[in-house]
Nanobody
Framework: QVQLVESGGGLVQAGGSLRLACAASGRSFGGDSMAWFRQAPGKEREFVAAIGGRDASTYYGDFVKGRFTISREYGENTVYLQMDTLKPEDTAVYFC?????????????????WGQGTQVTVSS
C-alpha cells in the first residue's frame, strides 16, 4: 500500500521558517516527480513546488518568489519543503503529491498519490 505522510507543519510567526517533509512508502518514487500543494479555507488547491524525478529540476508557484526550496532525498524516498520568510497568507494545509501522470507539474489533477496534509499557520 502506497502512503505519503507529511510532517513538520505547525504554528510560526510571520518571518519565521518551517521545514516540511513527505515520507513515501510502499513503492519508490525515485523516477517520478513529486510536489507540494496547499489549500487554504474556501480556496482551491494551489501549486507550491515540484521536483523532477531523474534530474531533480525544480519548479515553483509564482507566489513563492525565492522563499521556499523543494528538495528530495532519493535514498529515503522523501521530499522536503523548506519555507522561509513565512507570511500570514501562507497559512494553509500543505499536501504532498507524487507520480505525475500527465507531465503537467503544476496541475493537482495530474498526480496520482496524495498525502493527508499538514497544517501550517503563520501568525502576524
Amino acid at each position: 500500500q502506497v502512503q505519503l505522510v507529511e510532517s513538520g507543519g505547525g504554528l510560526v510567526q510571520a518571518g519565521g521558517s518551517l521545514r516540511l517533509a513527505c515520507a513515501a512508502s510502499g513503492r519508490s518514487f525515485g523516477g517520478d516527480s513529486m510536489a507540494w500543494f496547499r489549500q487554504a479555507p474556501g480556496k482551491e488547491r494551489e501549486f507550491v513546488a515540484a521536483i523532477g524525478g531523474r534530474d531533480a529540476s525544480t519548479y515553483y508557484g509564482d507566489f513563492v518568489k525565492g522563499r521556499f526550496t523543494i528538495s528530495r532525498e532519493y535514498g529515503e524516498n522523501t521530499v522536503y519543503l523548506q519555507m522561509d520568510t513565512l507570511k500570514p497568507e501562507d497559512t494553509a494545509v500543505y499536501f504532498c503529491a507524487a507520480y505525475n501522470t500527465l507531465g503537467v507539474l503544476a496541475a493537482a489533477h495530474a498526480y496520482f498519490y496524495w498525502g493527508q496534509g499538514t497544517q501550517v499557520t503563520v501568525s502576524s
